[in-house]
C-alpha cells in the first residue's frame, strides 16, 4: 500500500477500497471560529493549597474500581498564556497559577494538544468524541445547537450502567438556550450554570439549576466551585464524573475579588480595562487557579476514592491579550495554531510526572473518560476520540499521525480546513493553501508553497498525505 492510501486510512479509521482489512486508528481535530480574550501575568499568591495537590492519592487504579474523573476546562486560555508552557524567565510576564502548576508538574502535559479555535466547536468535541465535520458544530451557536441524537458522555454511562453520578457545572453553550433542560435532555443528572457564551457580568447573572433559573449575585468563578462542592457533598463515597466549565478568563473583563489574585493598582473602570485589558485577563487567570485551588483541596480532604482531574483550554487566547509567538493575526478564532494549541494536563493515580509530545485532540478526552470508567466507545455513530489511557498509565506511544481542524459555519464565512502530522500542517483556505514547517516556523509565517501553488520538490510526499486526508474527509 502506498504512503498516500496508507495515512488516508488511518485517518478515515475504517475499511475503504484498498485499505484491507486492519482497524487502524487514526487522527483529526476539528476547529471553529471566534474572538474572545487571552493573556496573563501578575505575581505570586491566591491559595494556601499544596501545588502538588490533585485531590488524589497515588494508590492506582484499575478494572473493578474505576476512578472518580474531574473535567476543568478554562475558557479562553492558550498555551502563550500558561506558565506551565511558557518560561517564565523570558520577561513576558504571566499570571501565578500554583494549583494548575501543580496540577501539569504532578501528571502528564501533553505539549501538542489541538482544540478549536472556539468554545462550542471544542465542548461539542469533549461531549461526543465526534469531529466537528459530524456533528455540524463548526462555530460558536446561538440557537439551534448539537443535535439531540449525538452519543455524549453522560448518555453512555446511563446505557452502558457505568454507575456514575454525573454533573455538568458552569458554561454551557451547545444552543437551546430556550430549553432550559437542554443539558439535562443530553444525559446529565444535574447542571447548573448558564446556557449562553457568556455572562452580562461576573458579579450578577442568571443561572440555571436542573431547568429552572435562579439570580446570582456573587462572583462567577467561585459560585461554580461552591455549586460543584455543594453537588459532590453527598456523594464523596460514589463514583462520580464531574464536568467544570468555568467562562474565566473570557469576558468581560473585570477586577476579580482582592482575596483571589495579587495584582495591584487594577482600576474598575471600563475605559481602562478597554485600553489596557492584559493586566484584568491575567487577574482572572489567577483567581482561576485560586478557585481550582479550593476545590482540588476539598478533594483531597474529603474524598477517598481515586481521582484523575484533567484540565485543559477550549480554545487559544483571544487577540486583545494574545503574547507571542503568535500574537494577534494568529489567535483565538484562527486556524492557525495559536488559535488551537491548549493546554492539556492530565493527573491523578497511576499516573506518573512527565512531558507527552505526542498527537492529541480535544475528541480524545472523550474515549479516555469512558475507558477511565470502564466504558466503551458508542458503535451508533463514526467515533473520533482515541483513549489516552494507555498512554498516561504506561506511556505507550500515542498512535495518532493527524490532527484535523476545521473552521465553518460562522457569521462571516471564512471557512478553512487544516490537517497536520509530526512535523508538516497544510491549511486550505476558500482562496488558496499554505503549507508550513511547524518545527522550523511554529509561527505559521513562511508558506512553502510557490505561487502555483506546489510545494517543494522534497517535501512532494509530506504534502500529498496531508492533502489526500483532507480530500478524504470532505467526501
Known sequence: MNRVLALVCTLLMSTVAGCGDDDTDGDTGVIDSGTDVGDSSTEDAGTDTNPEDTGTEDTGTGPGRSPNIVLLIADDLGVDEFVPYQDESD????????????????????????????????????????YGFRTGIGAPVGGRGLSSDEPT?????????????????????LGSAANLAIPLDFGWDHFSGFLSGSVPSYFEYDEVVDGETQPVSG????????????????????????????????????????????????????????????????????????????????????????TV?????????PSNVAQRPWGRSRSKGTIFDGGI????????????????????????????????MDGEAPTTHPYDGMSLLNNLRSETPIEREFLLSELFGAAGGGDARAIR????KLIRLEDGERFHDLDDDPQERTNLLDASGAPPATLQDEYDALSAALDALAE
Request: proline content about 8%.
Open 91 to 130: 520577561g513576558r510576564g504571566y499570571a501565578p497559577v500554583p494549583n494548575l502548576a501543580g496540577l501539569c508538574d504532578r501528571g502528564v502535559r501533553y505539549t501538542r494538544a489541538w482544540a478549536t479555535p472556539t468554545c462550542s466547536p471544542t465542548r461539542a468535541t469533549l461531549l461526543t468524541g465526534r
Open 153 to 173: 458522555l453522560p448518555r453512555l454511562v446511563d446505557e452502558q450502567e457505568l454507575g456514575y453520578n454525573t454533573a455538568n457545572i458552569g458554561k454551557w453553550h
Open 219 to 306: 462572583y462567577a468563578t467561585s459560585e461554580m466551585v461552591d455549586d460543584a462542592i455543594t453537588w459532590l457533598s453527598p456523594r464523596t463515597d460514589e463514583p462520580f464524573f464531574l464536568w467544570l466549565a468555568f467562562n474565566a478568563p473570557h469576558t468581560p473583563y473585570h477586577v476579580p475579588p482582592a482575596e483571589l489574585h495579587t495584582r495591584e493598582g487594577l482600576v474598575d473602570d471600563a475605559d481602562m480595562i478597554r485600553d489596557n485589558p492584559r493586566p484584568y485577563f491575567q487577574a482572572m487567570v489567577e483567581a482561576l487557579d485560586t478557585e481550582v485551588g479550593r476545590l482540588l483541596e476539598y478533594l483531597d480532604e474529603n474524598v477517598d476514592r481515586d
Open 309 to 317: 482531574v484533567i484540565f485543559i483550554g477550549d480554545n487559544g487566547t
Open 341 to 372: 494549541h491548549v493546554p492539556l494536563c492530565v493527573a491523578g493515580p497511576g499516573i506518573s510526572a512527565r512531558t507527552e509530545d505526542g498527537l492529541v485532540n480535544s475528541v480524545d478526552l472523550s474515549a479516555t473518560i469512558l475507558e477511565l
Open 421 to 424: 502530522g509530526e512535523r508538516y
